[in-house]
């Protein structure tokens, strides 16, 4: 099973994919969409929406985890990374991927135990569930390959076996 891992974004769209057979993940490919801030916020989703596609069209995931936006102190933060989110879920819709969510607490509480873990916590069981020393540096793909992760160890997949 392909699984794309989104960290969803207005200026960094964080991405991963997972070869999971049932019991061991493998991290096939990761990375990031980032859009100029010298552009329009419609020139930027535009740049998201197509270069998803061409993540999508080139790795063929068979379903997509996404961090759910959850709560933000900041309106002025939430509102453009609320519009990336749109943009990534009508792309995911048009390509039939099933979507499952997770909000950056369940994310910590499954990869750590710990729904409050610090980032280098969970980047600490990132490494230990991918079996590797090195991480990306970019964080949103960091978050990605988490998110990625949360779904191997969810229910939703846990269902998705059992049928």
């Known amino acids: 099973m392909k699984i794309l891992g989104i960290d969803p974004g207005m200026a960094i769209v964080g991405y991963a994919i997972l070869e999971f057979d049932g019991k061991k993940a ?13 552009k329009s916020e419609g020139e930027r989703l535009n740049e998201i929406y197509t270069d998803l596609k061409l993540i999508i069209e080139k790795y063929n995931p068979d379903v997509c985890a996404i961090e759910k936006l959850f709560f933000f102190r900041n309106y002025t933060t939430v509102m453009p990374v609320a519009h990336a989110r749109g943009v990534i879920l009508l792309v995911l819709n048009e390509y039939n991927l099933p979507v499952f969510e997770f909000t950056p607490i ?3 509480q499954m990869l750590t135990g ?7 916590e969970v980047e600490q069981m990132v490494k230990i569930s991918l079996d590797t020393e ?30």
């Open 26 to 38: 493998v991290l096939t490919n990761s990375g990031s969409i980032q859009t100029s801030k010298d």
């Open 106 to 108: 369940e994310v910590k």
């Open 114 to 120: 710990y729904g409050r873990a610090t980032k280098k």
């Open 134 to 163: 090195i991480l990306p540096k970019l964080d949103d793909t960091v978050d990605a390959i988490a998110i990625a992760i949360s779904y191997t160890r969810s229910n939703a997949l846990l269902d998705a076996y059992k049928n």
